[in-house]
């Protein structure tokens, strides 16, 4: 079973519930469970899990095509095939370049010039990289290079790693409702939401709802920070059939054990039976499909 | 004038609290919502919408299935893995995976794909207590929020300059990826919001490192300075090691989730608040910088 953990707005605690349900499946019942930080942004999960090993690291390339302006004869076709205005061609002083900025990778100006003066060359994109976190297979985090705007090319990198010998697997999403988080949580099975009881969390949320009903994943929802703002987010789920998979209290200890990186670490019996109780929804979910 | 986007690298950090507050202090500003994928500036200035616009994003590729011979070529061009048989064995493009390069539609000897244009996205111009707000509604799911965000700043500029405006306050999104980039390329200066949490540092080292790239001064406020000093002791000696300014520190405040709820800014809601102190002279910094 592949399990998203997915929110709108940023903050709301997708890392503290993907490190916390990692933690409580691996303990309490299934130890063949993978974490992966597909938050290639921010990745962040790694810094939780303090004797943590790092077993394998790769860096992974985007191909992006060159022109050779010796073979160009400065046609501009390709250039008129790419979608993206990477391609600039000036007939008159010979110049034909490829931003690699703008560039996606697609293979239309290879596919286009006629010339054979198109090359593709590899251009950094990112780091994938496998840690032992003592418990469980492990965490697979994938590092945006900086500079890079090609996050969702990287998340697709990052998902080929997934073993399918994972009994689970739990996928942390980047914030955000456009095409990198639909590429984050387009294969898993189930899809968590975090929420905080703010203004901000529901608005965000409603918009995140309205992007799964479109895709079709069943989901369920978490609220993070409970009793801190208000309680508008408990009527939108009742008043729209959303299941409450679990409420995680707001308490300021808890907050700054976050900030110190010790969540995982003497965890309050109260957020254990919670994590608990919703690691058995989730099975008995897994049962039912 | 000068352009300012606020930024923070990890979510949640207090973007659009802060962004929210300078409003209430800064006086001929024009304001602009660059986090498009989910935008929450609007939920406390309460806009009237004064204009609309579509943004188109790209196209999409649609197969016709009583012309498509099912041959594969489209599949064996497509970079994006976005070609797959639905269940009656039919080639069928998955829209949330189509980057829309047109390679397909060009290679297919069948002439049996077509890209149809996707206005799911819409850009406004609004009235508010604080002056014109510049934001943006995605579809979700959608591309291109980083040519969003370009457009939506390029449309806050053109009215700032018609009205003789001192300032451009640009809530900026999460992350480091393309529409970060996208909001920092030829602004005058960012404001990055710090939380003190192993994360919060760990993000906004990440955004530094890109936003050195561009040579733009940085400035620094700290969130929830109180929630853990020690890592706020981490934070202010990052800062410094870096020559990063540190314009302000804010405590953790119920009143500041409170605003929220109310739709106010921290100034509106507690004026006599410390906080609402601190921002006036957090800006007194940014404006004489």
Redesign the interface.
């Known amino acids: 079973m592949k399990i998203a953990i997915a929110s ?5 605690g997708k ?1 503290t519930v993907s490190v916390n349900l990692y933690s409580t499946f691996a303990r309490f019942f299934d130890n063949n469970i993978t974490l992966i930080d597909c ?4 990745p ?1 999960d790694a ?1 939780f899990f303090k004797n943590r090993k790092l077993i394998l690291e790769k860096e992974v390339q985007q191909i992006i095509p060159e022109i050779n302006t010796e073979a160009c004869t400065f046609c501009h076709k390709c250039a008129d ?1 790419c ?2 205005n990477a391609i600039t061609i000036i007939k008159s002083v010979a110049f034909a370049e490829i931003n690699k ?1 703008l560039c ?5 100006c290879l ?2 010039c006629e010339y054979n003066a198109i090359t593709e060359h590899p251009h950094p994109l990112g780091v994938i990289s496998h840690f032992d976190t003592g418990i469980g297979n492990g965490l697979i985090e994938g590092r ?1 290079e ?6 969702t090319m990287l998340i ?1 990198e990052v998902k080929k790693e997934i073993s399918e010998n994972n009994s689970i697997t739990i996928i942390d999403a ?10 984050t949580v ?1 294969d898993a099975n189930y899809i968590i939401l975090v929420t ?1 009881p ?3 969390g529901l ?2 949320l409603k ?2 709802v ?2 799964l009903r ?2 079709k994943k069943p989901f369920g929802v978490i609220v993070n920070k409970a009793g ?3 309680n508008e987010v408990y009527k939108f789920l009742d008043e729209n059939n959303i299941e409450l998979l679990g409420k995680i209290p707001f308490t ?1 200890a808890y ?2 054990n ?4 010790t969540i995982l670490e003497n965890v309050p019996k109260e957020i254990e039976d919670t994590y608990r109780e919703i690691a058995e929804k989730l099975l008995t979910k897994q049962l039912q499909q | 004038m000068k352009e300012i986007t606020i930024l923070s690298g990890k979510g949640g950090a207090g973007k659009t609290s802060v962004a929210a507050a300078i409003a209430s202090v800064a006086k001929n500003a024009v304001f602009c919502d660059n986090d498009v994928d989910a935008a929450d500036l609007h939920l406390i200035f309460n806009p009237e919408i004064k204009e609309r616009y579509d943004f188109d994003s790209g196209t999409l590729a649609v197969i016709d299935p009583d012309v498509c011979t099912n041959c594969g070529i489209c599949v064996e061009h497509c970079h994006f893995d976005a070609i797959h048989p639905n269940a009656i064995e039919q080639l069928e493009v998955n829209p949330f995976q189509c980057e829309g390069c047109r390679l397909c539609e060009r290679v297919c000897p069948e002439g049996a794909i077509e890209s149809v244009y996707n206005n799911n996205n819409h850009w406004f111009v609004s009235n508010t207590r604080f002056g014109t707000l510049v934001h943006a509604k995605m579809g979700p799911g959608e591309e291109n929020s980083g040519k969003l965000v370009t457009e939506i700043r390029k449309k806050a500029k053109e009215i700032a300059n018609q009205i003789n405006a001192d300032f451009i306050i640009n809530d900026g999104p999460p992350g480091i990826g393309c529409s970060a980039i996208a909001s920092i390329t030829g602004t005058d200066a960012v404001l990055m919001v710090i939380e003190p949490t192993l994360s919060g540092l760990h993000d906004a080292k990440r955004l530094v490192e890109l936003i050195n790239t561009f040579n733009i001064p940085v400035f620094a406020v700290i969130n929830k300075f109180d929630l853990n000093r020690e890592i706020t002791e981490k934070v202010k000696n990052y800062l410094d090691e870096n020559s990063i300014s540190l314009i302000g520190k804010i405590p953790f405040a119920n009143e500041m989730v409170e605003s929220v709820v109310n739709e106010k800014t921290i100034i509106e809601y507690a004026p006599d608040n410390k906080i609402s102190k601190e921002f006036y002279s957090i800006w007194e910094k940014i404006k004489n910088n």
């Not at chain 1, 976050?258 to 990186?261: F, I, L, R, V």
């Open positions: 709108g707005k940023g903050g709301t890392t938050d290639v942004e921010e962040n810094l095939w979608e993206f900025e996606h990778s697609c293979g239309a596919v286009a945006l900086i500079s890079s705007s090609m996050q697709k980047p914030p955000g409702t456009s095409c990198p988080v639909v590429e387009s905080e703010t203004p901000f608005h965000d918009i995140t309205d992007l479109d895709i801190l703002g208000a300021k907050a700054k976050y900030a110190s990186g």
